[in-house]
C-alpha cells in the first residue's frame, strides 16, 4: 500500500474534487435530474448519488483500504468514528442551490487520521474557486494563502449561518437569529456550510455558527483553522466522537471576535 503524504492526499482529493465539479456543471447545463425528498425534508437529486459514487470509486482506487463516509452512501456506520483514516465527503453542499440554479454549491472532501482533521478540499464550480488546506501548511484559494479578517468588534461582524430543513427545529434558532441581527452588522444565509467556513477562512465573513452533519464542515473545518480562524464547539464535545468529526453547535471566526461571538450565542440560548 501506498504510503500517501499529506499533500499528495491533497492533490488527489483536489483532482477529484475538480473532477466531480465538472459532472455537477454538466448536470446543471442538461437539466435532466430528477428530485425527491429525504427523511427530514431534505432534498436530494440524482446528480447527488452519482457524484457521491464517482468520488468513492476515486478514493477506492486511490486509497482501497481507508474508510469512507458520505452523504448519500454511506452516512452513517459506527466503524466511522473509531476509523484510523477516515475520508468524509459531501459530493454537493447545496443541493437546493444546485437544483434552483444558485451558485453556492460546493463538493466538499475532507480526510482524518486517528479523528484529526488534516486534509480539507471544497471546490465550488459555479464560482470557479477551490479552497484546500493541509494540518500544518496554510490555506488557499486557487493556490493564493488566504487569511480570515482582522475584525476586533461584532457590531462590525458580517456572519454567517444556516438553519435545519425540519422547521419545528427552526424555533429554537430565532433567539440566537434575534442576537445576532442585533449585535452584528448583518447576517448571511448562503445555503453551504462547507463555502460558509471557507468565506471565514479568506475573511468575506467575519463568524459562521450552525448545527450540520459531519460531511457538511470537515474539509472547510480544516481550511479555516489552517488560515487563521478560531474554530470550536459552543457546548462540550461528546467524549465518544471526536472533536473534528461533531458537527452540533459549530462556531468558526475570526480570532478578533470569537470569544464575543460565543458568549453572544450562549447568552442568547439562555433567554425565556
Same mark, same amino acid.
Not at 140 to 146: A, E, T
Not at 182 to 206: E, F, I, P, T, Y
Given at each position: 500500500?501506498?504510503?500517501?503524504? !499529506?499533500?499528495?492526499?491533497? $492533490?488527489?482529493? *483536489?483532482? *477529484?474534487? &475538480?473532477?466531480?465539479?465538472?459532472?455537477?456543471?454538466?448536470?446543471?447545463?442538461?437539466?435532466?435530474? %430528477?428530485?425527491?425528498?429525504?427523511?427530514?425534508?431534505?432534498?436530494?437529486?440524482?446528480?447527488?448519488?452519482?457524484?457521491?459514487? @464517482?468520488?468513492?470509486?476515486?478514493? &477506492? &482506487?486511490?486509497?482501497?483500504?481507508?474508510?469512507?463516509?458520505?452523504?448519500?452512501?454511506?452516512?452513517?456506520?459506527?466503524?466511522?468514528? &473509531?476509523?484510523?483514516? !477516515?475520508?468524509?465527503?459531501?459530493?454537493?453542499?447545496?443541493?437546493?442551490?444546485?437544483?434552483?440554479?444558485?451558485?453556492?454549491v460546493a463538493v466538499s472532501i475532507g480526510?482524518?487520521?486517528?479523528?484529526?482533521?488534516?486534509?480539507?478540499?471544497?471546490?465550488a464550480p459555479f464560482l470557479g474557486e477551490?479552497?484546500?488546506?493541509?494540518?500544518?501548511?496554510?490555506?488557499?484559494?486557487?493556490?493564493?494563502?488566504?487569511?480570515?479578517?482582522?475584525?476586533?468588534?461584532?457590531?462590525? %461582524?458580517?456572519?454567517?449561518?444556516?438553519? +435545519?430543513?425540519?422547521?419545528?427545529?427552526? $424555533?429554537?434558532?430565532? $433567539?440566537? @437569529?434575534?442576537?445576532? !441581527?442585533?449585535?452584528?452588522?448583518?447576517?448571511?444565509?448562503?445555503? =453551504?456550510?462547507?463555502?460558509?467556513?471557507?468565506?471565514?477562512?479568506?475573511?468575506?465573513?467575519?463568524?459562521?455558527?450552525?448545527?450540520?452533519?459531519?460531511?457538511?464542515?470537515?474539509?472547510?473545518?480544516?481550511?479555516a483553522r489552517e488560515a487563521g480562524a478560531?474554530?470550536?464547539?459552543?457546548?462540550?464535545? +461528546?467524549?465518544?466522537? +471526536?472533536?473534528?468529526?461533531?458537527?452540533?453547535?459549530?462556531?468558526?471566526? =475570526?480570532?478578533?471576535?470569537?470569544?464575543?461571538? =460565543?458568549?453572544?450565542? !450562549?447568552?442568547?440560548?439562555?433567554?425565556?
Amino acid at each position: 500500500m501506498t504510503d500517501h503524504t !499529506l499533500s499528495s492526499r491533497l $492533490k488527489i482529493a *483536489i483532482s *477529484i474534487a &475538480e473532477e466531480a465539479g465538472q459532472m455537477i456543471v454538466r448536470a446543471r447545463e442538461q437539466q435532466g435530474f %430528477s428530485r425527491r425528498m429525504k427523511k427530514d425534508n431534505e432534498l436530494v437529486t440524482d446528480v447527488d448519488v452519482a457524484v457521491d459514487q @464517482l468520488i468513492s470509486k476515486r478514493l &477506492e &482506487e486511490h486509497f482501497p483500504s481507508e474508510a469512507r463516509m458520505s452523504e448519500e452512501l454511506a452516512p452513517e456506520s459506527a466503524v466511522h468514528v &473509531e476509523a484510523s483514516h !477516515l475520508w468524509v465527503v459531501d459530493p454537493i453542499d447545496g443541493t437546493v442551490n444546485f437544483s434552483q440554479g444558485l451558485r453556492h454549491v460546493a463538493v466538499s472532501i475532507g480526510w482524518l487520521e486517528e479523528g484529526i482533521a488534516k486534509v480539507g478540499v471544497v471546490h465550488a464550480p459555479f464560482l470557479g474557486e477551490t479552497f484546500s488546506a493541509v494540518e500544518g501548511g496554510g490555506a488557499f484559494c486557487n493556490g493564493q494563502p488566504i487569511q480570515p479578517s482582522n475584525a476586533d468588534s461584532l457590531m462590525h %461582524s458580517l456572519v454567517g449561518t444556516g438553519f +435545519p430543513y425540519r422547521h419545528e427545529s427552526r $424555533k429554537q434558532l430565532l $433567539k440566537r @437569529l434575534e442576537a445576532v !441581527l442585533m449585535h452584528c452588522q448583518d447576517l448571511r444565509r448562503n445555503g =453551504a456550510a462547507a463555502l460558509d467556513l471557507c468565506d471565514v477562512a479568506c475573511g468575506r465573513l467575519d463568524a459562521y455558527y450552525e448545527s450540520v452533519s459531519p460531511w457538511d464542515f470537515v474539509a472547510g473545518w480544516v481550511i479555516a483553522r489552517e488560515a487563521g480562524a478560531r474554530v470550536g464547539h459552543l457546548y462540550e464535545v +461528546p467524549s465518544a466522537v +471526536p472533536a473534528d468529526l461533531y458537527s452540533e453547535h459549530l462556531l468558526v471566526a =475570526a480570532p478578533g471576535v470569537y470569544d464575543a461571538m =460565543a458568549y453572544l450565542l !450562549l447568552e442568547a440560548d439562555q433567554r425565556e
